[in-house]
């Protein structure tokens, strides 16, 4: 195309014309300390580094999130604005933030990038929104919740040092709120927005999700690996322990559901209940069931798996009775994951990161955790406050506590796939979904889940029809 032409014909100069450029953009990698991810996030960096070298740039910044650790919330994100503003309000014009699975073409960036006016404030990103309102925003735009526009993380988004600054301000004035982190890209959107004072996001079509590997990135700044980890062969059937907490309430209309779907995935199975029932069979651990959280029954399946489980079944994990899941597909991804590191494994949420808190992995997807996290767990003093007491909070209290960091796999999700935006489904294969409200659960399964709609090369599944759910 003329495009390219153009820049052959200039390729001697561009190292020159790029010379300042590359060293304003402050690279920032979402990165997280268990060793299969930490080694995903150096190599990205070594690349970006490789590709600024290669062009005969000056290198950039690239910081790993995981590192500034001073922070248990940096992984939030608002919370080092101050510190950037500092260190690099100065000297750079732009900060780029992607995941450890972004693909990014420096050149490529840098032209993107060019096209925006430095000294503005801007908030750039492949633009996600709502086609209906849904829990994990709190139903936010309830009018019209294809209005509001938030990034999505796996294709990079970048801001500009004015903004940045301007963050940092405001955040020295008006502390973060200590609250819930639940959708963090959503929460970054409509705190950058300030209801209409600040910038909305700018969509920026180079900013991509595709794989890599796709006809459809030729335009492309940044792509996506998209495709479920596996790390030489999936776990053993038998090497994954599987315990369903319910209750005698939902026997009849819940436990069916596991038992048309996923159940056949598992070879170890416990159904935990308040009420024993041998139909199931159910096992009446002797915790009362309770109308809120289910800490007791947590803590008392945690002790069962390891005193009455065979000590060579490395993993177990927990779910409620309405999670649908994989475990087909949870098999390749521990394969990534070493059980004689303390793992625990699942969808990440923050609770009052603003001010100290702590982060937890939020038990409706699924909670995934080593025998060896859970050996930690126990020997540590570290129990519910009461029987009802959020689970999966305690543990993320519980495990802050004892330094032992949760490892976010997005794969896993708390709500229903109709909660979630469609282009950013459509980069995943996930390993759970939660909920049976409004949803026929049976065909929910069978459509995003099942193995027999095993992954063909270009992501779609056979069977139902994706869209329709």
Not at 131 to 144: K, L, Q, R, V, W
Not at 294 to 320: M, Q, Y
Not at 428 to 449: A, E, G, M, R
């Given at each position: 195309s003329g495009d390219k032409d153009c820049c052959a014909a200039h390729l001697p100069v561009m190292p020159c014309s790029f010379k300042m450029k590359l060293k304003g953009i402050l690279f920032v990698i979402q990165s997280q300390s268990n060793s299969f991810h930490s080694k995903r996030a150096e190599d990205l960096k070594r690349d970006i580094l490789k590709q600024a070298e290669d062009l005969g740039k000056e290198l950039p910044k690239v910081l790993l999130i995981h590192q500034i650790d001073r922070h248990e919330g940096a992984w939030t994100i608002l919370p080092?604005?101050?510190?950037?503003?500092?260190?690099?309000?100065?000297?750079?014009?732009?900060?780029?933030?992607?995941?450890?699975?972004?693909?990014?073409?420096?050149?490529?960036?840098?032209?993107?990038?060019?096209?925006?006016?430095?000294?503005?404030?801007?908030?750039?990103?492949?633009?996600?929104?709502?086609?209906?309102?849904?829990i994990i925003h709190h139903y936010a735009f309830a009018e019209n919740p294809t209005v509001f526009k938030f990034p999505d993380f796996a294709a990079g988004w970048a801001l500009s040092i004015p903004l940045v600054n301007k963050l940092a301000k405001k955040l020295k004035s008006e502390p973060l709120k200590s609250d819930f982190t639940i959708d963090l890209?959503?929460?970054?959107?409509?705190?950058?927005?300030?209801?209409?004072?600040?910038?909305?996001?700018?969509?920026?079509?180079?900013?991509?999700?595709?794989?890599?590997?796709?006809?459809?990135?030729?335009?492309?700044?940044?792509?996506?690996?998209?495709?479920?980890?596996?790390?030489?062969?999936?776990?053993?059937?038998?090497?994954?322990?599987?315990?369903?907490?319910?209750?005698?309430?939902?026997?009849?209309?819940?436990?069916?559901?596991?038992?048309?779907t996923w159940e056949r995935e598992a070879a170890l199975i416990e159904y935990y209940s308040d009420y024993a029932d041998i139909s199931i069979p159910?096992?009446?651990?002797?915790?009362?069931?309770?109308?809120?959280?289910?800490?007791?029954?947590?803590?008392?399946?945690?002790?069962?798996?390891?005193?009455?489980?065979?000590?060579?079944?490395?993993?177990?994990?927990?779910?409620d009775d309405d999670t649908l899941i994989s475990i087909f597909r949870l098999r390749k991804l521990l394969s990534c994951y070493d059980p004689n590191e303390p793992v625990f494994l699942g969808e990440r949420y923050g609770y009052g990161l603003g001010t100290g808190g702590y982060s937890y992995i939020t038990g409706g997807g699924g909670m995934v955790f080593s025998r060896t996290a859970v050996q930690k767990l126990l020997a540590s003093k570290c129990r519910c406050y009461s029987m009802d007491a959020p689970d999966d909070m305690v543990l993320g209290m519980c495990f802050s506590g004892l330094g032992i960091p949760i490892t976010h796999s997005p794969l896993f999700h708390q709500a229903r796939p109709m909660d979630y935006p469609k282009d950013y489904l459509s980069h995943q294969i996930p390993v759970s979904f939660h909920k049976h409200w409004n949803i026929d659960p049976v065909k929910v399964y069978f459509t995003w889940l099942a193995p027999n709609t095993e992954e063909s090369h270009n992501g779609k599944k056979v069977g139902y029809n994706r869209e329709d759910l």
């Amino acid at each position: 195309s003329g495009d390219k032409d153009c820049c052959a014909a200039h390729l001697p100069v561009m190292p020159c014309s790029f010379k300042m450029k590359l060293k304003g953009i402050l690279f920032v990698i979402q990165s997280q300390s268990n060793s299969f991810h930490s080694k995903r996030a150096e190599d990205l960096k070594r690349d970006i580094l490789k590709q600024a070298e290669d062009l005969g740039k000056e290198l950039p910044k690239v910081l790993l999130i995981h590192q500034i650790d001073r922070h248990e919330g940096a992984w939030t994100i608002l919370p080092l604005m101050k510190d950037f503003s500092l260190t690099y309000g100065r000297n750079s014009s732009w900060i780029f933030f992607c995941e450890e699975d972004t693909r990014i073409q420096v050149v490529k960036l840098l032209e993107t990038l060019r096209r925006f006016d430095k000294s503005k404030e801007w908030f750039l990103g492949k633009a996600l929104y709502d086609e209906e309102s849904t829990i994990i925003h709190h139903y936010a735009f309830a009018e019209n919740p294809t209005v509001f526009k938030f990034p999505d993380f796996a294709a990079g988004w970048a801001l500009s040092i004015p903004l940045v600054n301007k963050l940092a301000k405001k955040l020295k004035s008006e502390p973060l709120k200590s609250d819930f982190t639940i959708d963090l890209k959503h929460e970054i959107a409509l705190y950058i927005w300030q209801k209409g004072e600040g910038p909305h996001l700018t969509p920026v079509p180079e900013f991509c999700t595709d794989d890599v590997n796709s006809y459809k990135v030729d335009h492309c700044a940044t792509t996506f690996s998209n495709f479920l980890p596996l790390c030489g062969e999936p776990v053993n059937k038998e090497d994954v322990f599987v315990a369903v907490k319910t209750c005698q309430k939902f026997h009849g209309d819940r436990i069916p559901v596991v038992k048309q779907t996923w159940e056949r995935e598992a070879a170890l199975i416990e159904y935990y209940s308040d009420y024993a029932d041998i139909s199931i069979p159910t096992i009446d651990l002797g915790v009362p069931n309770t109308d809120r959280g289910h800490c007791g029954k947590t803590f008392a399946i945690l002790e069962r798996f390891l005193n009455h489980t065979s000590p060579r079944t490395p993993w177990l994990v927990v779910v409620d009775d309405d999670t649908l899941i994989s475990i087909f597909r949870l098999r390749k991804l521990l394969s990534c994951y070493d059980p004689n590191e303390p793992v625990f494994l699942g969808e990440r949420y923050g609770y009052g990161l603003g001010t100290g808190g702590y982060s937890y992995i939020t038990g409706g997807g699924g909670m995934v955790f080593s025998r060896t996290a859970v050996q930690k767990l126990l020997a540590s003093k570290c129990r519910c406050y009461s029987m009802d007491a959020p689970d999966d909070m305690v543990l993320g209290m519980c495990f802050s506590g004892l330094g032992i960091p949760i490892t976010h796999s997005p794969l896993f999700h708390q709500a229903r796939p109709m909660d979630y935006p469609k282009d950013y489904l459509s980069h995943q294969i996930p390993v759970s979904f939660h909920k049976h409200w409004n949803i026929d659960p049976v065909k929910v399964y069978f459509t995003w889940l099942a193995p027999n709609t095993e992954e063909s090369h270009n992501g779609k599944k056979v069977g139902y029809n994706r869209e329709d759910l």
